[in-house]
């Protein structure tokens, strides 16, 4: 196993046989991956936290892959969203990269490829959390000097706001 | 609209090529566009699979090669889902044809339950698409001499409407009806009541008329009405016509 791979996935998609097939070799890869079969069950598993990235089909019965996205993208600050379609178009794809979409991957794609987006979605990922833990470091430093104590706790509770 | 009984440059139903060419024009055109890409999403899906899913197999091999013991039931598992596909595939690949075909004859004679099974099935590849059950008339077949392509448009239109509002989880009763000798009526229970307002449009209003289609709403009952005419021909009664039940009659017999 390739411990570069370790990285926590979640991967929505209503074609149950597509769904199980690519999480199969993704786990065979290292990967750790959870499998939703709608936006529902994907933004409830989502809750519970600990995603690094998501892999959402675009076109899915009920609510559907860009409304994930959306959703996904709002709750979770640093969630990297991957956007797997059978059906690509300009516009849609303009509109997943308006929501915040990493990137947007046209069905069938080279499984490969998949790894390597996954992979570069992860280290933006780490990326941006590296500079947001640095950014608040100093936030925390610049507070600390000629702050109470309560005055800190309350700014270090915005600052934590939507870390999760 | 005014379709002549007789002339030298006819396709079936008397009706002139130049005016049947005009039909095909871009509301057709748009339909047949929207119909094939979510054929071809389909079967891209299928695709998909079949790529993951050997792809899988790959992996198996190459980690069996690496010593690690190879699971029977994860190799029959695979194999069994990419048969699944590929008739999956053909099914698809077979109501394309039909779909396709449609376009040969521009009048012809047609069994409306064909068209109905041919929209069931198209319309299922839309990913909100509800299901939608089909009832025949007991011995009767119900044919109509009619371009099938603009009635396919009109039907999968009003379909794909109701679908768009209710989701999949949803069922349409699609049944034929005759009226009187002359029209056979294709009735949509279930359709939702929030496209009443908005269905038909211009497009398929005028998309039916060009076929003598006419199209009808009935709120408390949540059905919409389409209206076929057994013949273009000045919606006269054809040869071998079945014996119609009074309107009020049909729609009282109905399950």
Same mark, same amino acid.
């Given at each position: 196993m390739n411990p570069e791979n370790a990285i926590n996935i979640l991967l929505v998609d209503d074609e149950v046989k597509f769904l199980t097939a690519v999480a199969d070799r993704l786990?065979?890869?290292g990967f750790t991956v959870t499998t939703a079969t709608d936006g529902d069950a994907a933004i409830e598993a989502a809750g519970k936290g600990g995603f690094d990235v998501a892999v959402v089909d675009l076109q899915m019965p009920g609510t559907d892959g860009a409304e994930v996205l959306k959703i996904l993208k709002q709750k979770h600050k640093f969630i990297e969203i991957i956007m797997l379609t059978g059906h690509a178009t300009v516009d849609s794809a303009v509109e997943c990269t308006k929501l915040g979409?990493?990137?947007?991957?046209?069905?069938?794609y080279d499984f490969d490829k998949l790894i390597e987006v996954l992979k570069d979605a992860y280290h933006l990922r780490m990326q941006k959390k590296f500079e947001t833990n640095a950014?608040?470091?100093e936030a925390i430093q610049r507070l600390s000097m000629g702050q109470s104590p309560l005055g800190i706790l309350k700014e270090l509770a915005k600052l934590d706001d939507g870390q999760k | 609209m005014d379709v002549p009984a007789t /002339?030298?440059?006819?396709? /079936?139903g008397g009706v002139p090529m130049d005016n049947v060419k005009e039909w095909f024009g871009y509301d057709s055109l748009a339909f047949f566009g929207k119909v094939n890409a979510s054929i071809s999403h389909e079967l891209k899906n299928v695709m998909a699979i079949i790529s993951e899913t050997t792809g899988l197999l790959g992996d198996l091999s190459e980690m069996a090669r690496g010593g690690t013991p190879l699971d029977p039931d994860m190799l029959t598992s695979s194999t069994e889902s990419i048969i699944e596909e590929i008739q999956r595939g053909f099914t698809i690949i077979r109501q394309m044809n039909r779909f396709s075909h449609s376009v040969d004859t521009p009048v012809v004679s047609v069994d409306l339950m064909e068209i109905l099974d041919l929209v069931r099935n198209l319309s299922g590849y839309l990913s909100?698409?509800?299901k939608i059950s089909l009832h025949a008339i007991d011995g009767v077949t119900p044919m109509a001499t009619t371009c099938?392509? %603009?009635l396919q448009a009109v039907i999968y239109q009003a379909v794909v409407c109701s679908f768009q509002n209710t989701g999949p989880g949803t069922k349409l009763e699609l049944s034929i009806l005759s009226q009187n000798?002359?029209?056979?009526? %294709?009735?949509?229970? /279930?359709?939702?009541?929030?496209?009443f307002d908005v269905f038909p449009d211009d497009r398929i209003k005028r998309m039916a008329a060009s076929i /003598?289609?006419? %199209?009808?709403s009935d709120r408390e009952a949540n059905r919409l009405e389409i209206g076929v005419p057994v013949s273009m021909e000045g919606l006269a009664a054809q040869p071998g016509a079945p014996e119609m039940p009074a309107e009020e009659d049909s729609l009282r017999n109905r399950p």
């Open positions: 786990t065979l890869k979409a990493f990137k947007y991957l046209e069905k069938p950014n608040r470091m | /002339g030298n440059d006819v396709k /079936g909100f698409a509800g099938p392509f %603009i000798n002359s029209t056979w009526r %294709i009735l949509f229970d /279930g359709f939702c009541p929030k496209e /003598g289609v006419s %199209i009808h």
